[in-house]
């Protein structure tokens, strides 16, 4: 979630992390604005780049899911004009078309759906969106710098593995690939990163990028890009060392607690809360641990005052966190 903060800084757009955090629980304290909107874009593609195995987000499928705009190329023909089905398509012409009960037809026709609606909410099947040109480049053709840029991240797969993702980020930059997705490129370039095994995780490279003084200019050349790259990752790995220096010595001073508890305690739940979320409001405990907001309170007494803090300081929202 910080990470997708950082990613819409670079853009230009601030956003609160809290508002993150509630909107992310459905819990918005306000009407979402644009800029929060987009930062749970970023939040969601850096979820589905990690749930799925590695080569999966270089892939034609892997950008379609995290870009979340339209169904991948080649799964079907869109060119058929509509009521003139393919007799031989399986779609328009599913094995229980026929089938002696009508009931039966209905119901599976039912199920194919719920299939097809887990599959669009889990992000592997992105919903179609209508492209307005007022937005949109009509010039820019973005299927062809998709296989462009994969073209180079093949080339490059028997390169180290810093170079090559160096090497696919200038690449996304010089063919500017998906303008309205800024840090798409640097989730992109952690992938290719986690794909070569050289991570297992993503590396916060927007929070790199931001910590750096490295800024491409267009006319840099191979050395200095290269170099500029290696300053991005050698911040994002500094960072990560830091909140995992951080989420340690949190976790073990809250364990304190938490190995005096009974058995049937919520006591360790909340403090995996906290240590998978920047912060955490009493509403949001309350809800994610299905408890009322008095054992909330009375579970922050017992943790005491040194972890978690409090980070408002407000009588009206409270939030506590791991800083």
Request: proline fraction near 7%; hydrophobic fraction near 45%; charged fraction near 25%.
């Amino acid at each position: 979630m910080t990470e997708a903060v950082r990613a819409l800084i670079l853009d230009g757009h601030l956003v609160d992390v809290g508002d993150l955090v509630l909107h992310d629980a459905g819990m918005d304290v306000r009407h979402p604005t644009h800029e929060l909107t987009r930062a749970a874009a970023a939040l969601r593609a850096r979820r589905t780049a990690l749930a799925r195995s590695a080569p999966w987000p270089l892939s034609i499928d892997g950008l379609a899911a995290l870009r979340g705009i339209g169904p991948a190329r080649g799964e079907g023909d869109h060119t058929r004009p509509k009521g003139k089905p393919d007799p031989e398509d399986e779609e328009a012409y599913p094995p229980f078309a026929n089938d002696a009960d009508p009931w039966q037809a209905h119901f599976a026709e039912i199920d194919a759906l719920l299939d097809r609606t887990n599959t669009i909410l889990a992000g592997e099947t992105p919903l179609p969106k209508r492209r307005s040109h007022l937005v949109y480049d009509p010039d820019v053709d973005e299927a062809e710098n998709e296989d462009l840029w994969l073209d180079v991240v093949k080339r490059t797969a028997h390169w180290p593995a810093v170079a090559a993702a160096a090497v696919a980020w200038n690449a996304w930059l010089d063919l500017n690939l998906y303008t309205r997705l800024p840090w798409l490129g640097l989730i992109m370039a952690a992938a290719i990163l986690r794909a070569r095994g050289l991570t297992s995780h993503l590396l916060p490279l927007a929070a790199g990028f931001k910590q750096s003084r490295f800024r491409p200019q267009g006319r840099d050349g191979a050395l200095e890009k290269l170099e500029g790259f290696c300053t991005v990752v050698e911040e994002a790995v500094a960072i990560g060392h830091k909140d995992l220096d951080r989420l340690i010595l949190a976790r073990e001073l809250m364990d304190r607690v938490t190995r005096q508890c009974r058995a049937n305690s919520k006591l360790p739940e909340l403090v995996d809360l906290f240590l998978s979320r920047p912060l955490v409001t009493v509403p949001l405990g309350a809800k994610l641990l299905k408890v009322t907001p008095k054992a909330v309170d009375l579970m922050l007494a017992q943790l005491g005052g040194a972890r978690p803090r409090e980070l408002t300081g407000r009588s009206r929202y409270r939030a506590w966190g791991i800083v």
